[in-house]
C-alpha cells in the first residue's frame, strides 16, 4: 500500500489540496447556511438542503451535482458544542496533513467520500431488487437512503485515524479533565460498535462506507514484518547469542585459572616478557615465571 500511494504520489501529487480541513469546515458553514435559509423560509423539507443531499435516485436522474455537494451536508444541528467540534476537527485534519502528508491526507478524505457514495447507491440497488419500491416510490426512497448520509462518520474517522497516529496526546475533555486521546477514541469505537449492531441496514451501511478507509489505511501500513515468523525466528537467535556471549569470559590468569567472574575488583594485564599472548591476575603479574 505504501508502494503504492507513493507511485501516485508522484503522478498526482501536484493536484492535491493543501489544507483540505478549512474547505471542509468552509463547506460545512455554506450547508448550515443554507439550512438556516430553509428554516427562516419555512421550507425544511424540500427546501435548499434537499437539492444537495445524497440522493441516489436523484443523481440517476441527472442531478450529478449531489455526488459532490452532500460534502457541506451539515453532520448535526448549530451550536456551540457543534462549534468547538469543529474547531476541533480541523485542528485534528491539520496535524494529521502534517503528520501523512498533503497528498495522503487528501486520499484518505476522499476515499471515505468515494466510499460514501459507493454505499448509498449500493443500498440504493439492495432495496430495488427486494422489491422496496411495490412499497414506495423509487423517488421516495431515494430520499429515504439520502437521510442517512453525511460527513459525520468520516469526521469519526479523522479523530479515530489522529488517535492511532497519537494515541498518548492529552485533550481537555469538557475544557478541565485531562484524558488521553486514545480512551476517548476507544469509546467513540465502542458507541459506534453499538450502533452498528443494534442499528438498521442504513446504519450499517453508512458506518461501513465511512470507515472503511481507515480500515484500510491502518492495516495496509502497518508494518508485519516485524510478526513475521522469520523476523521473530532471527530476534530470538540474536537473543540466545547475546546470552552465549555473555557467558563467556574475556578474562584468564594462565596461572591461577581465575576469571572476571571471580569478582569484579579483579584485574588482568598481559606480560609484554613472555612470548606468546599470556594474560595474567593482578596477583600473578609479577609473581610468575616468564614464558621464553
Same mark, same amino acid.
Given at each position: 500500500? =505504501?508502494?503504492?500511494?507513493?507511485?501516485?504520489?508522484?503522478?498526482?501529487?501536484?493536484?492535491?489540496?493543501?489544507?483540505?480541513?478549512?474547505?471542509?469546515?468552509?463547506?460545512?458553514?455554506?450547508?448550515?447556511?443554507?439550512?438556516?435559509?430553509?428554516?427562516?423560509?419555512?421550507?425544511?423539507?424540500?427546501?435548499?438542503?434537499?437539492?444537495?443531499?445524497?440522493?441516489?435516485?436523484?443523481?440517476?436522474?441527472? %442531478?450529478?451535482?449531489?455526488?459532490?455537494?452532500?460534502?457541506?451536508?451539515?453532520?448535526?444541528?448549530?451550536?456551540?458544542? @457543534?462549534?468547538?467540534?469543529?474547531?476541533?476537527?480541523?485542528?485534528?485534519?491539520?496535524? &494529521?496533513?502534517?503528520?501523512?502528508? @498533503?497528498?495522503?491526507?487528501?486520499?484518505?478524505?476522499?476515499?471515505?467520500?468515494?466510499?460514501?457514495?459507493?454505499?448509498?447507491?449500493?443500498?440504493?440497488?439492495?432495496?430495488?431488487?427486494?422489491?422496496?419500491?411495490?412499497?414506495?416510490?423509487?423517488?421516495?426512497?431515494?430520499?429515504?437512503? /439520502?437521510?442517512?448520509?453525511?460527513?459525520?462518520?468520516?469526521?469519526?474517522?479523522?479523530?479515530? /485515524?489522529?488517535?492511532?497516529?497519537?494515541?498518548?496526546? %492529552?485533550?481537555?475533555?469538557?475544557?478541565?479533565?485531562?484524558?488521553?486521546?486514545?480512551?476517548?477514541?476507544?469509546?467513540? &469505537?465502542?458507541?459506534?460498535?453499538?450502533?452498528?449492531?443494534?442499528? @438498521?441496514?442504513?446504519?450499517?451501511?453508512?458506518?461501513?462506507?465511512?470507515?472503511?478507509?481507515?480500515?484500510?489505511?491502518?492495516?495496509?501500513?502497518?508494518?508485519?514484518?516485524?510478526?513475521?515468523?522469520?523476523?521473530?525466528?532471527?530476534? %530470538?537467535?540474536?537473543? =540466545?547469542?547475546?546470552?552465549? %556471549?555473555?557467558?563467556?569470559?574475556? !578474562?584468564?590468569? /594462565?596461572?591461577?585459572?581465575?576469571?572476571?567472574?571471580?569478582?569484579?575488583?579483579?584485574?588482568?594485564?598481559?606480560?609484554?616478557?613472555?612470548?606468546?599472548?599470556?594474560?595474567?591476575?593482578?596477583? !600473578?603479574?609479577? @609473581? !610468575?615465571? !616468564?614464558?621464553?
Amino acid at each position: 500500500m =505504501n508502494n503504492f500511494l507513493n507511485k501516485l504520489e508522484r503522478k498526482f501529487g501536484r493536484y492535491a489540496i493543501p489544507n483540505l480541513s478549512k474547505y471542509i469546515i468552509f463547506g460545512y458553514v455554506l450547508g448550515y447556511g443554507l439550512t438556516m435559509m430553509d428554516k427562516f423560509s419555512n421550507n425544511s423539507g424540500n427546501g435548499l438542503i434537499s437539492f444537495i443531499s445524497l440522493n441516489p435516485y436523484m443523481i440517476l436522474h441527472g %442531478q450529478i451535482w449531489r455526488l459532490v455537494t452532500w460534502i457541506i451536508m451539515p453532520p448535526s444541528s448549530l451550536g456551540i458544542f @457543534t462549534i468547538i467540534m469543529l474547531l476541533l476537527y480541523y485542528s485534528l485534519g491539520t496535524s &494529521l496533513e502534517r503528520t501523512w502528508g @498533503t497528498f495522503r491526507f487528501n486520499v484518505y478524505i476522499f476515499g471515505g467520500m468515494l466510499f460514501t457514495v459507493i454505499g448509498a447507491f449500493v443500498l440504493y440497488l439492495c432495496y430495488n431488487l427486494a422489491g422496496y419500491t411495490e412499497v414506495y416510490t423509487a423517488e421516495l426512497l431515494g430520499s429515504f437512503i /439520502a437521510s442517512y448520509f453525511s460527513t459525520y462518520y468520516i469526521n469519526m474517522s479523522i479523530f479515530l /485515524a489522529f488517535a492511532a497516529e497519537y494515541p498518548n496526546m %492529552q485533550l481537555m475533555l469538557y475544557f478541565i479533565i485531562p484524558i488521553k486521546i486514545k480512551w476517548l477514541a476507544l469509546v467513540e &469505537l465502542l458507541i459506534t460498535l453499538y450502533g452498528f449492531f443494534t442499528g @438498521t441496514w442504513e446504519v450499517k451501511v453508512v458506518i461501513i462506507a465511512s470507515l472503511l478507509n481507515l480500515a484500510i489505511f491502518y492495516f495496509s501500513t502497518r508494518n508485519y514484518k516485524r510478526v513475521s515468523p522469520a523476523e521473530i525466528r532471527r530476534r %530470538q537467535t540474536y537473543k =540466545n547469542e547475546l546470552k552465549r %556471549q555473555s557467558s563467556i569470559t574475556k !578474562h584468564k590468569c /594462565a596461572i591461577c585459572g581465575r576469571t572476571e567472574k571471580d569478582g569484579d575488583d579483579l584485574e588482568f594485564r598481559f606480560c609484554s616478557k613472555c612470548n606468546g599472548n599470556y594474560e595474567y591476575c593482578q596477583d !600473578h603479574l609479577f @609473581t !610468575h615465571e !616468564h614464558v621464553k
